[in-house]
């Protein structure tokens, strides 16, 4: 089991009807528009592809997102590669 002591939160998505998402542990929000959401967050990069998405609540305070619209994928990159230091995002996301 891993660690989550210190600054790290929970990592929680709770989705109903594909048409609404919560997300819990996000570090950052990267980029977004109506059909791609890119989140860093405890357990690594999140893509979420859908159409008519839309942030309906970011607090970034408590690592919270909120997503609205049809939600047709998440997909994670490698959870390890978002601590590695001395590489670019671009680089990190696209190995």
Sequence with gaps: MEDLSGS????KVAMTNRRSCTI?????????DI?????ETEQGMLMIKGDEL????????KGE???????????????????RKGESLLTRLFR
């Design 8 to 11: 790290a939160r929970m990592h």
């Design 65 to 83: 997102v909120d997503i609205d619209g049809r939600i047709d994928s998440l997909t994670y990159s490698d959870a390890g590669a978002v601590g």
């Design 24 to 32: 819990g542990g996000v570090k950052d929000v990267l980029s977004f």
């Design 35 to 39: 059909h791609e959401i890119l989140l």
């Design 54 to 61: 839309h942030v309906s609540r970011l607090t970034l305070e």
